[in-house]
């Protein structure tokens, strides 16, 4: 699978503002990747530099094989863009602002009318083609925004919240249509609706504070699995001892109250294992660790982790980790 989007240490300063710091990723042909982000995360600063209309202040990116800053003309005959506020004329007919978009895109002439009726075709526009774009609903003008993206039939599209205020079934709709292009066009997708990313993509990419905090194919997200354990004891010795477990990769504080420094308090913790397959040795040895050490095991679990615990998670590492460098 060839790479249409690689991009590698990307930064975008603003003065002293930090709104995207060492950005890489690369996403292959045909892939339908999410772009999560708390708001202000710096998702939308990604994706305008990705489409050069921000310059990048250090690192490069490459799309469909053309660097964003060697080549930016290049780059936007490849790529279809969706900004997260679509810049229409509300007072042109749908068909008549498509066909000047297309002159605009340089869509050949004996090209241009069959592309407009593709990209009508293949957004839902039939029944409005002929309507003035300020007298649609705002599904409808989203809708128009993405005809306008596919009109030159572009090798990767980019969606900047693609459902921004729709209501539930113009989300629905233009979920579907996502769907359906991601067989043809490389897609990326950005969004903090968690939802949207699990019924549409095939991978994950969660920024937070300007950087990239998790990067896994979804599948992944959904089987990653772990022990949860609750113990009364010592919450020192007790995270040592979980932390120096063969087989354990990751150990993390669920809840400890302040007591658990003596004897009669209580802890928990989540263990994520190296090896899946080999979680339940792990859920064994962990019990018998507690056992032994003469702490009482009040709960001991396996569970599954959902999106939406690996995105809160991933953030609130990511702004830990800030909130060390600063102080560092």
Not at 34 to 62: H, I
Not at 208 to 220: H, V
Request: hydrophobic content about 40%; some cysteine; aromatic content about 4%.
């Amino acid at each position: 699978m060839g790479r249409m989007i690689e991009v590698e240490r990307l930064s975008k300063r603003y003065g002293s503002v930090r709104a995207v710091e060492g950005v890489s990723f690369s996403i292959g042909r045909g892939e339908i990747v999410g772009l999560l982000g708390p708001n202000g995360a710096g998702k939308s600063t990604t994706m305008r530099m990705l489409t050069t209309f921000l310059m990048p202040t250090s690192g490069r990116a490459r799309l469909a094989g053309h660097d964003v800053l060697d080549e930016p003309l290049l780059v936007r005959r490849k790529i279809g863009y969706l900004p997260e506020s679509v810049p229409l004329y509300p007072e042109m007919r749908v068909r008549e602002f498509l066909r000047f978009r297309a002159s605009l895109k340089d869509v050949p002439r004996s090209k241009r009318r069959g592309a407009i009726d593709d990209a009508i075709e293949m957004t839902g526009l039939e029944g409005v083609s002929q309507r003035v774009v300020g007298n649609l609903s705002k599904g409808y003008r989203q809708r128009v925004g993405l005809a306008d993206a596919l009109l030159s039939d572009p090798d990767i599209l980019i969606l900047d919240e693609p459902t921004a205020g729709l209501d539930p079934i113009q989300i629905g709709e233009v979920r579907d249509l996502i769907r359906e292009l991601g067989k043809r066009h490389t897609i990326l997708l950005s969004t903090h609706i968690l939802p949207e990313v699990e019924m549409v993509c095939g991978r994950v990419i969660i920024i937070a504070s300007g950087r990239i905090a998790l990067d896994e194919p979804l599948e992944r997200l959904r089987s990653g699995r772990s022990v949860e354990v609750e113990v009364r004891g010592p919450v020192d010795a007790v995270r040592g001892a979980l932390e120096t477990a063969p087989g354990a990769a990751r150990v993390r504080a669920i809840a400890v109250e302040e007591a658990a420094k003596e004897d009669a308090g209580v802890c928990a913790f989540e263990i994520r294992p190296k090896d899946e397959g080999g979680i339940e040795e792990l859920r064994e040895l962990i019990a018998k660790r507690i056992v032994q050490n003469g702490w009482a095991v009040r709960r001991l679990d396996l569970s599954r982790s959902t999106l939406e615990e690996r995105f809160v998670r991933a953030v609130r590492d990511a702004v830990v980790v800030d909130h060390e460098g600063e102080a560092a």
